[in-house]
């Protein structure tokens, strides 16, 4: 398929970038967990941590999807419609655990990147799925678009987290063992 074969090294990049940083988000994750003044909070984990793992590996299936060697176009838009709708669901899913969890007060700049931006890109996502059927080039830069936001948010989320980790936790570590 013509469509799909010019966005081959697009995929490969972007696919493989998403892959090396789901490995480097869990090593990062390991080490910070490794600290032994390290609190564990799976409700916080869920609404931040989790979500720029799934961004990542939603890049990778995408990645994958679009660089198989399909005989047409109707089985990748279906399955990138589907990854599309399953996103915008996760997305619904976020915003339900981003205000449940407790340890920490999200600010817009949270919203931004852990809400609004992932649903704008799983409903961009969907959106060109179902457009492929009658503009599938313009489509194509759709879901382009759709995966390249998901792995510059992921990247950010991931930066935003190990910086808070380092920084922000360790600072705070420190002035308690000052006090006592």
């Not at 013509?2 to 493989?16: E, H, K, P, R």
């Not at 390290?38 to 990645?63: K, M, N, S, W, Y």
């Not at 399955?79 to 997305?91: A, D, E, N, P, R």
């Not at 799983?122 to 492929?132: D, I, K």
Request: net charge neutral; charged share 10%; hydrophobic share 50%.
């Amino acid at each position: 398929m013509t469509a799909l074969a010019a966005w081959q090294n697009f995929y490969v990049i972007v696919g493989s970038s998403a892959g090396a940083l789901i490995g480097l988000q869990f090593v990062v994750l390991s080490l910070i967990d490794d600290r032994p003044t390290a609190r564990v909070d799976t409700e916080t984990g869920g609404a931040f941590a989790t979500p720029t793992v799934i961004h990542f590996g939603t890049v990778l299936v995408l990645a994958g999807i679009l660089s198989a060697p399909w005989q047409g176009i109707a089985t990748p838009t279906v399955l990138c419609g589907l990854v599309g709708l399953s996103g915008v669901v996760y997305t619904v899913l976020i915003i339900r655990r981003m205000r449940l969890q407790t340890a920490y007060q999200p600010q817009f700049e949270d919203w931004l990147f852990h809400v609004l931006l992932p649903f704008a890109s799983h409903v961009t996502l969907a959106v060109s799925a179902y457009a492929a059927r009658s503009h599938v080039y313009e489509a194509l830069f759709g879901v382009g678009a759709a995966a390249l936001l998901l792995l510059f948010v992921g990247i950010h989320n991931a930066w935003d987290a190990v910086t808070y980790h380092v920084f922000v936790k360790k600072h705070g570590q420190r002035e308690s063992e000052h006090r006592r």
